[in-house]
């Protein structure tokens, strides 16, 4: 149950609000979002995790995002987008996959903490390098209906709703689909994710005009190898996307480059 009833209230006057707050404050005790120690609001973080957070920042490779040491100039590329370009455009992330996301992705997508989606999509808009308030709509990388079923939610599709919300933008969560059910990609190499999710994505019947044209902005939870978004990228670009952003919360990296 959580804080998600309090936050369907949005639209009535704050002023109105403000008693059944300090009821809420006092049934759920603001907490950090990582480790649960007291906190003075809802969705923050204690000094400890904030310090323990790495946001990706510039210098980085303009297509991967892949955080370079030392600023070689502008438009500078990694070994990796050199050698093997990627179906999207540009990837960003907005933190490193430590403890402390590490943490925040899981409460979010394991243990339904999503009230957490605001504050992590707010961290993925500002990593976005503008691309969130340049593009046509988001979209989030679909569940298969049956995976759905269990989950009961997609936790891209609410990271994406709350950045679309946020930054005024279309949010698509229909348009495009997973066709095939996958297995969970934790545990498997890298040929073996891309192998289990080529031609796993479609764009949904009568919706090839959300995608034709438009600068789209693809929304995960997590990047670790790309296999994943690299083949939801593919159907959007043989639909005819105009460009793709891939836009993650978290990134799967050991050191800079």
Request: net charge positive; glycine share 8%; aromatic share 8%.
């Amino acid at each position: 149950m959580g804080l998600h009833w309090f936050e369907r209230l949005a639209g009535i006057d704050r002023t109105l609000l403000r008693p059944l707050s300090a009821v809420v404050d006092l049934v759920y005790p603001p907490g950090c979002a990582v480790c649960g120690v007291s906190t003075g609001r809802h969705r923050g973080l204690c000094p400890k995790c904030w310090s323990a957070l790495r946001f990706i920042e510039r210098p980085y490779c303009e297509v991967l995002g892949i955080p370079f040491t030392h600023d070689l100039g502008p438009g500078i590329l990694s070994a990796a987008a050199i050698a093997n370009p990627p179906p999207f455009d540009r990837l960003r992330s907005a933190a490193f996959h430590d403890v402390p996301v590490r943490n925040l992705v899981h409460g979010l997508k394991y243990r339904d903490r999503t009230d957490l989606a605001p504050m992590m999509a707010m961290w993925m808009l500002r990593a976005s390098d503008g691309m969130v308030e340049r593009c046509d709509a988001i979209l989030p990388v679909p569940l298969h209906r049956t995976r759905m079923f269990s989950r009961r939610f997609n936790q891209a599709a609410e990271l994406a709703r709350h950045m679309a919300r946020q930054a005024d933008r279309t949010f698509l969560p229909a348009t495009l689909l997973r066709i095939r059910r996958t297995r969970q990609q934790v545990g498997l190499g890298a040929k073996a994710r891309e192998d289990n999710v080529r031609g796993a994505f479609a764009i949904g019947e009568g919706r090839e005009g959300d995608v034709f044209g438009k600068r789209l902005v693809l929304v995960d939870d997590v990047y670790t190898t790309g296999a994943t978004v690299a083949a939801a990228a593919r159907a959007l670009r043989k639909a005819g996307a105009a460009d793709i952003t891939v836009l993650t919360f978290a990134r799967a990296l050991s050191e800079t480059i």
